[in-house]
């Protein structure tokens, strides 16, 4: 087959293929990275709120209160616990005296009864009896000071006979007391201070009295 002259003429308008070169076998190598900087944290942002003279003056305020509320609460615990231990001790003393009481008049009588005789007795009764009223009404005077020592205008309760009762009124004149008293016979005083209640027994002591002669 018959081919033109330009088959064989080099044609310049077209580019000329490079070929990409062969990769080389040597190894590549990097610089070291450097190394870290530490940059300093920022600092945290201040958020507290700002203490006006308002709120420091409502903080001072309810700090005031609540220590108002737990000294208050203290105190009425104090006082409760001082009422309880005095309100015991004031029973047991009371049992106590009324024992000493008891004993000392049965010992005056049993002294009384050991040195006189039957008729002398019949004759000293009434001043024995005179003698021993007026050693009941001086206990009586110093237990009731005792128990009133602590007290704003106490109230004393008064019940037996009218002359022993206007002798112990006699006695507590002068003295800051309020006394109600009541007229019911018999020969012994009993006084009522709210729960304690303090009696003189001398009619007891009296019975023992009859009941020793009797007996002789």
Not at 123 to 129: C, G, T
């Amino acid at each position: 087959m018959a081919r033109s002259v330009a088959f064989y003429l080099p044609c310049f308008d077209e580019q000329p293929k490079i070929l990409a070169p062969e990769p080389s076998p040597l190894a590549i190598e990097f610089d070291e990275p450097e190394p870290a900087i530490d940059l300093p944290e920022p600092e945290p942002e201040d958020i507290r709120p700002v203490l006006t003279d308002e709120l420091r003056e409502q903080l001072l305020e309810e700090g005031r209160a609540a220590a108002r509320a737990e000294c208050d609460e203290m105190i009425a615990r104090e006082r409760a616990a001082v009422a309880q231990r005095l309100e015991e001790e004031r029973r047991r003393w009371s049992r106590e005296e009324g024992e000493r009481l008891g004993r000392e008049f049965r010992d005056s009588l049993g002294r009384y009864s050991a040195r006189i005789g039957e008729d002398v007795e019949r004759i000293l009764e009434p001043f024995v009896v005179r003698e021993i009223r007026e050693k009941m009404l001086v206990a009586l005077m110093d237990t009731l000071r005792i128990l009133i020592a602590d007290r704003e205008n106490p109230v004393i309760h008064l019940s037996g006979p009218v002359d022993l009762l206007e002798a112990v009124c006699a006695k507590l004149n002068g003295e800051d007391i309020a006394t109600k008293i009541e007229d019911v016979g018999g020969v012994d005083v009993r006084a009522r201070l709210d729960a304690t209640t303090i009696e003189t027994r001398l009619g007891e002591w009296m019975a023992q009295l009859r009941e020793g002669d009797d007996a002789a």
